[in-house]
């Protein structure tokens, strides 16, 4: 099942600047991996099945670094407001509503559906701070093929009493509780995930920084979204140095941390998350939405920060990492106008950013390299076509730009077909 | 045919604020015109033939004021380049192939096609200089049922001798014969097209202007999209006090008069746009798209002009208005934080410049008051719909930005159905 040969016109990133590109090739999965790229089919593969895909796209799955399962209800809704205003308004209410876990259902199905539909094959989900609610979020990604972190949300301060937890020892009961179910599944795994510093006390914090280093695990958070939420973060720690400090005290950042945002990040913080190895998740349509404002990612890959592509739907509508390379090379253009130092991004590098960028942090993801993780789209783009003929290079573009989700006709992760 | 009533849930602008918003409505189709929206059928219509769309959403067709039919074939491609090198290298070898009628015929073919399925009624399009493959432009929208405006170009300088016209003498007669030939249509008519100060000289201008008021001609031209552009613009006319100037001293600028863009447009430009009547087209994905930068749209709008929205296809990559009417938002968002003066556009905004805003164009279009010609889209919103109850007002926002083409069950244009 999970050993085959796709032959097809091929693409993926080389390296940040540049494509490998093939037309007529052949791309071999042996047992889940990839064995490369050809022009031929090597001797030794001649007896793996071969699914004949002649003249379509086919590409590495896209890697969404940062959603919120929960807010997929709320696509579109209270985007006049800003981060704090509108986590008031309709975040903190909507997620209340996941202590239900019938309402949870019905919802959760929805938003992974929409997600299995689409061209990401891998995604790191922020939950809810409950766990019947978040288990089901895992079960139902399980089901879907879909490989992600999922996290269980703690939360105890500054929030509605409906949805905050009654206190730091309870949040890290409830979290062990959560580590303790999540054994069954495959493609499925736990990621501590505390909401932000805003959410979390300081003895949270110490508690969730003991569980981290106990259980081995990633860490999923936000960082320098928003000027009011950092000058709040400011008075809650006075005592650090800086956004990123406040996380670093409670020795969460890693090269298993993923931050969301960065949107202001300075150049002291992008050499803090640089050392530590941290991922930024760069989220263009939320930071455009929420009025956040256009992250230094030509600063951030300068300074030796790994980047990858978020969604963070609902913040972002859209859940296709496409529309996030899209959206990242627009806000850049834009960004550069304020700032004339940082270049625009490309088609390769916002390729490569939701690619092989956020494949890093789930292993040997998004490459077709031989020993990567097989996730792979083939993409139908006969209906794209102009009146003239593309290069793959050309055709990769306008598949970013144009497709829809109805346009891939083949979803592989691992090796196994979604569909 | 174009006498019936629409029953649904309707949501047109009232004001560039507030949103009228009426479920299980009537809206009243009376020999192409609309008679108004009520709550139950009046006694003098109880004949008319009622189309079911109950559940179903029911707003006004889009407007686009500004796209280039050559350039659908370019759309994703060469959007690395700034507008000058980007028109060198991609645009004018391009618009060349329109030479060939043929070429045109498989183009436009598709890029109609493209049109008529999303969710714009009306749009104003450049051709290119060749009559020929315009008036194939120009059937072919009349044959979609689209009410068009379009345009054969006229340049005679600054461009490769391939696609220029010989003279500006050249570039009248053949204008002449262009409008001769114009008369057939129904739905579709012809509007003056001078590209751009650069592709113009004054003799051109001078003659230009003639037939504007020989033939009563609207005019539609670019205007502040781009500093190079701009600078280009001083140093060809320094006799004028700015852009907008340039045109004036042709008597360009009037109330039928479109200018793409006004990225730049100071204080003084506003005026003169506001003073002269001119409509602004706002094109925010081209201006990202090409670095050009993020329009005062509401320094435009307090300034008195009147402003519509743009696909600036292939500046823009999307022909749909929805999508124009969410990059406005979000790139409003971004500017404001360059800008603090500058709010960002809201929902009911975006949606008041891309149906009642760019309609004002064409007469009484854009809204369901009586009187308004008929142009309206039947939306099937149902797969978007969240696990809990949404207003009307609340399901036109999440239309605008999450529904694709297939969305849309039936299109009317002047009470004809296109679908």
């Known amino acids: 099942m999970k050993t085959m040969i796709l032959k097809g016109d091929i693409c993926y990133s080389k390296t940040k600047k540049t494509l490998a590109c093939l037309k007529n090739g052949f ?41 919120h399962g ?27 509503k996941y202590s239900d876990i019938s309402y949870a259902e019905q919802a959760y199905t929805a938003a992974v559906g929409d997600v299995k539909k689409g061209p990401n094959t891998r995604a790191c989900f922020f939950g809810t701070v409950h766990t019947p609610s978040t ?14 972190r999922v996290g269980k949300v703690n939360m105890d301060r500054n929030c509605p009493d409906s949805l905050g ?36 006390t300081d003895d949270l914090m110490r508690r969730l920084s003991a569980i981290r280093k106990e259980y081995g695990l990633p860490v999923q958070s936000h ?26 005290r409670f020795d969460l950042l890693g090269p298993e941390t993923i931050m969301a945002h960065c949107v202001w990040s300075d150049s002291a913080e992008i050499e803090l998350l ?33 980047v990858g592509l978020g969604s963070d739907v609902a913040g972002g509508v859209h859940p296709s990492i496409f529309r996030a390379m899209t959206d990242a090379i627009q806000v850049s253009k834009l960004r550069r106008i304020q700032d004339a130092e940082d270049d625009p991004l490309t088609l390769e590098e ?52 144009l497709s829809e989700d109805r346009h891939i006709i083949a979803k592989y992760v691992r090796g196994a077909p979604l569909f």
Request: hydrophobic share 45%; aromatic share 10%.
């Open 350 to 401: 916002a390729f490569y950013l939701g690619t092989l960028g956020g494949g890093a942090f789930f292993g040997a993801v998004g490459s077709f390299e031989a020993g990567y993780e097989f996730d792979a789209l083939v993409i139908d783009d006969a209906s794209l076509a102009p009146p003239f003929p593309l290069s793959l290079r050309e055709r990769l573009e306008r598949v970013v730009y």
């Open 70 to 96: 929960p807010q997929f209800s709320l696509r579109s809704l209270g985007l006049d407001k800003e981060l704090l205003d509108w986590l008031e308004a309709l975040v903190f209410p909507e997620e209340a």
């Open 223 to 248: 960082l320098s979204e928003n000027l009011r939420e950092m000058a709040w973060v400011r008075e809650l720690c006075p005592e650090s140095t800086g956004y990123a400090d406040a996380y670093a």
């Open 135 to 148: 288990l089901r979020l895992m079960t139902l990604l399980e089901e879907s093929g879909l490989v992600c």
């Open 27 to 67: 791309l071999v999965c042996d047992s889940g991996l990839s064995a490369g790229v050809f022009p031929t089919i090597p001797e030794q593969y001649r007896r793996f099945p071969l699914k004949e895909y002649t003249g379509k796209l086919i590409i590495p799955g896209l890697i969404d670094l940062h959603t």
């Open 165 to 200: 937890e009654a206190s730091a020892e309870a949040s890290e009961t409830a979290t062990r509780a959560w580590l303790g179910q999540c054994d069954a599944y495959k493609n499925v795994a736990p990621i501590l995930t505390p909401r932000f510093i805003p959410s979390c």
């Open 274 to 306: 640089a050392q530590a190895g941290v991922f930024a998740a760069h989220c263009p349509q939320s930071n455009m939405n929420l009025s956040s404002g256009a992250a230094p990612v030509r600063k951030l890959l300068a300074g030796g920060v790994r």
